[in-house]
Every structure is written in C-alpha cells, then in structure tokens.
C-alpha cells in the first residue's frame, strides 16, 4: 500500500461522493465513542474529517474481529478482514472506493503519506484478536503498536500536514498517547474481554486482578500520558487543544480506574460522567487560551 497521486475532487459528483465519505466516518464516530466525538469537535476543520476517515476505518475492522455477526465463525472473520485489508489497499492506490469508509481513509492516506509501515501492523494486530487468546510481554508489545500506536501516528501525519521533520519528532509521544489509550481500555473493559471473548491481553492477567497488579499497570499507562504530555504541547494550534481534550479525559479515566477495587473491574465498567468530562473540557480549553494569550 503507498500513498500515490491526490485524488481529484473537481467535479461536482466526487465532491459529493467524498462529503458522502465524511459524513458515513462522522456518523461513526458519534457512534462509537463520545469521548472521541467530543475531541474530534474541537479539532480545526481541517484536521477534523480526516481524523474521523481514520477512527471510521478503525472501528470498522474491530467491528469485523468481534461484533459484526455472532454466528460468524473465526474463519469468516478472518476472510471478511483479508477483504476489507485488501479493499484499503486498492483504494489508496487508485483513490476511490465504493465503501465509503474505505474511500475516506483513502482519501486521507493519500494526502498525509500514511503508507504501509502504518497501516500493516494495524491489520495484523486485528488479525491477531482471531487466533490469540493470551499475550505474553512481547506478544502484547507488537499488539498494542498495531493496534493502538500506529493509530495515533496515523493521526499525527495529519495534524502536521506532511511535516516530516516534525513528525520524527514528535511521533514517540503521539506513539506513546495511543499506547495509554489502549492500555486504559483494556483494563476498563477487562470483564467483557476474559468473559466475552476468551482473551487476556495483560500477560499473566486471568481475571484474578488484584489491586497493586492493578496499580503497576496503571503506573505505566501514566508513564505513557506524562511523556505525551510534552509532545502535546508541540502540535499544531488545529489539533493540539483536541489532544489534550482526549488526554486528559483518559488521564482521568486512569485515575477513577485506580480509585475503583481491583476486583469490581470484572464487573462493571468505569467511566468518566458527561459532566466530568465536560468540566475537563473547560479547563483544557481556558489552558488553551490562557497560552494563546500569552
């Protein structure tokens, strides 16, 4: 997969098709994940539809691997994502799709540079959800960067633009930003993975949590928002109030987390009220200000 000519959009019927694109992405979005619909709000418009291009894709491959059909078997699975890889890779090369996910990722690849060294490890860790039940370190090292960290570079090459010096940059940071993601939600949704779906991503975790194991693992995912933290700072004025937005609503998360018995994780799942959530938007978005100000 490569990142080739720029689609041309000049005739009013692929203008049309591309705005059907971005609206499918954003209906996903809204969906899925209020917390990152509410960074994608703050995003600059420019930034914004091709950030949600990106978590549309993302959603819909995870979709593929859990909960598109029950009475799919692993095997239908497995070729409905070889599919849905392959479609993405065609339509990076010719710049159209008649998915209108695909197309708008598409889109967004072609124009930032997001090429396979991104886009590979990200199906192969959704791959690895069909035939891995358990993760050792290393294992879940090569997951979580598929999964979770190239996403967040993904969406980095966006928010720079094509910067290539600064994405060199600043790429350990959005790396380490999507890792925390990824770690938090495994420890939120830690029921309905053993439970659910048989899989143990936190090696030596089998549903026998207890809570300094619970902190260790929370210790490192605050490691991985302290380090992003800087790189935030660093971004562009279109993305970087978003940014923070998102780690600091995950920020908050880790704690309540923490704040929550080990053994309660395995049967609900924690999260941040609207009302909290709005109180950290407020504040990000008065630091924003204050720094604009300054």
Known sequence: MTATRPVHTD??????????????????????????????????????????????????????????????????????????????ALAVRRGHSTDLVVHGFART???????????????????????????????????????????????????????????????????RL??????VNFLRDLADDLDARGRAYFPGVHGDLDDATRDVLLDDVDADLAAASAAIDRLPRSSRLAVRVAHDLFAELSRRLRATPAAELRQRRVRVPDHAKARLVAKAVLRESMRRGS
């Open 11 to 88: 005739d009013g019927r692929a203008g049309a098709y591309d705005a059907a694109a971005a609206r499918v992405a954003a209906a996903v979005v809204d969906e899925y994940s209020t917390s990152f619909g509410w960074a994608c709000r703050l995003l600059g418009p420019d930034v914004r539809e091709h950030v949600r291009a990106i978590y549309a894709l993302v959603r819909i491959a995870d979709e593929i691997v859990d909960d598109v059909d029950a009475s799919l078997t692993t095997a239908e699975r497995a070729e409905l994502l070889d599919g849905f890889e392959r479609a993405t």
């Open 109 to 175: 690849a072609r124009r930032f540079g997001i090429g396979p060294v991104l886009v590979d490890p990200f199906f192969a860790s959704m791959r690895t959800d069909l035939s891995v039940r358990e993760h050792d370190a290393e294992s879940m090292a090569v997951y979580v960067h598929g999964s979770a960290e190239v996403v967040g570079l993904m969406c980095l090459r966006v928010f720079l633009g094509g910067d290539d010096d600064a994405y060199e940059q600043l790429a350990p940071g959005a790396a």
């Open 178 to 183: 999507g890792a925390a993601f990824q770690k």
